[in-house]
């Protein structure tokens, strides 16, 4: 398996899973009683990290490979694009994420997920469309 084609299958696992939390999981958090949603999202959050995380681990390796092999316009960009994920991750998501389990602010951190959340929802798809282009055209 190359390079190019593992970047694509994980960029296209993080654009799927982006998609599925803008559109079905952070909007359902809205709906839950507060009692109920911290215990959910305990369990959530754990589970989805063990999708997540080896995911943005091999997102960030990858690229940064191609970044020492190849210095181009598609290299940088992407390099560009996973820093800017993971900043937006751990300065937004993680404290947001850490309130809910908390029980501090979760309404405002519930909303601030959903609104929020459409700045990563554009950068993994912008990266995986990248990667498409890079492969394919």
């Given at each position: 398996m190359t390079v190019n084609?593992?970047?694509m299958l994980g960029d296209f696992?993080?654009?799927v899973l982006i998609w599925m939390v803008q559109l079905i999981i952070y909007p359902s958090f809205a709906r839950y009683t507060?009692?109920?949603?911290?215990?959910?999202?305990?369990?959530?959050t754990k589970r989805l990290a063990s999708i997540v995380i080896p995911l943005m681990f091999t997102q960030v390796f990858v690229v940064a490979y191609q970044l020492y092999?190849?210095?181009e316009i598609f290299t940088y960009c992407s390099a560009v694009l996973v820093v800017l994920v993971w900043?937006?991750?751990f300065t937004q998501f993680v404290p947001l994420h850490n309130n809910i389990s908390k029980g501090e602010k979760v309404a405002d951190s519930v909303e601030k997920?959903?609104?929020r959340n459409w700045i990563r929802t554009a950068l993994w798809t912008v990266l995986f469309m990248l990667s498409v282009w890079n492969n394919i055209l």
């Open positions: 084609l593992i970047r696992g993080l654009v507060h009692e109920n949603l911290l215990p959910w999202h305990r369990i959530y092999k190849t210095q900043l937006s991750t997920l959903i609104q």
